[in-house]
């Protein structure tokens, strides 16, 4: 320890109390600790030997106890904070509906291809002497006031400052000139090449509505500001939940999911053993019990809530290899085995598992998008000629391409010959299963070793919210079982008891179950089960609705996925018809090309898409079509 200038430091300068008798004992160089340390005096260097004594400065330790509490929030701070963080929430949900003024998917496009400039209108960006106005919940700021939204936060000269080259806001000062932006402490700086502010237009290489995140400082703000810089998100982000979000597998959340996270972080348990916290532990087994039975598994079955699809898959390929390849030295010769529209997440995890080396398998689909079980049989024999060792294959119930639904029943009889392992990924179509007309696309996953399935989809749990099940629960059990450190040594634990961190290689994970628990146990399922069969019936509406629109192809949904073209044209009209039907951004879609053929996508799952949704879709598909003026027809073609 450097001790030079020992006697600057302000918490050794004061009075120390011995903690242990009590007693005030003055000492203008004293140490926390019985060591031998030295410092320098003039010229010379003494040596002070530490005594048994201990000495404590009192005063130091309650300036940092006054400065820890802040983090102890009290009843009425918390409400404030919720209120608040309420209203941003009520004016973003506002705006999930395509009715509203500002109810776009993404924000709209002006103009198309690489272009970044932003023409006046709606989204107008403008600074002037003493004002800037953006967007539709128009933000201004004067000389001496802020208003943001309809709500009207106000700050005072000391919030924001704007004038005709600069604009200054909080203890970090934000500068705009002419030519440059400094933010803060670190400085971002931007040229006149990257961002333009003038009366008709912006442009930036990020972006009309993009900003920074208010950043990270010494010093905390306001929640007000707090709030604000995050309900920013809101114009920046492709608004998952809105009614004219049908592309990917848009993700929904309800308000008891939203409580039930505030409550899991608020009560904060450890939710992975059952000697931290028993009822934690058993709101999720119930949660992955009932999922077993909804497929048909034993009691006897096991699993975990997990971080999403991927990592329940990867959960149980763990399984799968370590009860099928054992050795690491055959990771190099083990096969698994894919359909040619299986997830990519699938085979990703190969990497994460060590077994980079394993050999993929594509295997090709049929007609109605399925594996082609014929030349799955044909891979695996020749592979086990060639010395192989085939392990794992990996059929879809809803695939994410185009919804389709693979042969379960005659895979497992493959896989069963061959001494596989049967994963089912369901993590899209999984949770359909609870819809009488669906129940016969999951018929043989009972039979599956391993499923993964999506509550952040069919049950509009929030992204984050996965979930492994395997058949034989004793074999995911052998390949995840801690083994505790000696601080655990003392902790009170029950063989009989199947803790979650026994189930998955994840500790310390979030407490995911009351994201699924609560909506559940308020709406009931009945209410789930209804939200996903009128998606599935409005797949069929706009299956037959596009179905008698000239110059469209269009392919009959399994599920909730529906894919059309325009036949007979290059792939760069099917991609202007898509820019044309998205451009105002009030809808969502895009492409994908399945057997080597481009079609537009549409997946209709978003619990807020109605009939007057797929509607208003529709006509905007037939205006579209029209606008382009393509030859006549007389025709209809359905794929």
Known sequence: MDVTNFSSQPHWRHCYRNICTDNFVERKHSFPSPFTTSFKTHSRTKKITMSSEVVFNLEYLTRLEESARTLESTPQQRSEMMFKA????DAYLEQLSLDHPTGWVIPPK???????LVQPGQYQVQSGPNQVQSGPDRVQSGPYQAQSGPDQVQSGPDWAQSGPDRVQSGPDQVQSGPDQVQSGPDQVQSGPDQVQSGPDQVQSGRGPHETEPLPIQENGVSIDEVLRDFSRIGNEMEREGHPGHMAYVPGNSTAPAAIGDFLAASFNPYSLNVASCRRAVKMQQMIVQWVGRLFGYPSACAGNLTSGGTVATMVAMTTARDHKVPRSKDYSRSVLYLSELTHDGVAKCLSTLGMREAVVRKVPVDDKYRMDVNILRKFIENDVQNNLLPFLVVATTGTTDVGSVDPVP???????????????????GGFFVLCNSAKHLFEGVETADSIAVDPHK???APFGTGLVLVRNGTLLRNSNTRQHGNYMQDQLTNPEDWNPEDLTFEQSAHFRAPRVLLPLQLYGVATFRDALQEKLELAKYLYLRLKGQAHIQVVEPVLSTVLFRIPGVSDNTNRALLREITTDGRFFITTTTVKGVLYLRVIIFCYRTHRQDVDVFINKVKDAVVKMELPEV????AG
Request: charged share 20%; net charge negative; glycine share 6%.
């Open 634 to 637: 007389e025709f209809c073609h």
């Open 410 to 428: 005659a895979i497992r009889a493959v896989a069963t010959q061959y001494n596989m392992w049967l994963h089912v990924d369901a993590c899209y």
């Open 110 to 116: 002006e103009t198309q291809g690489q272009d970044k």
């Open 458 to 460: 069919g049950l509009y």
């Open 86 to 89: 309420q209203r941003e929430v």
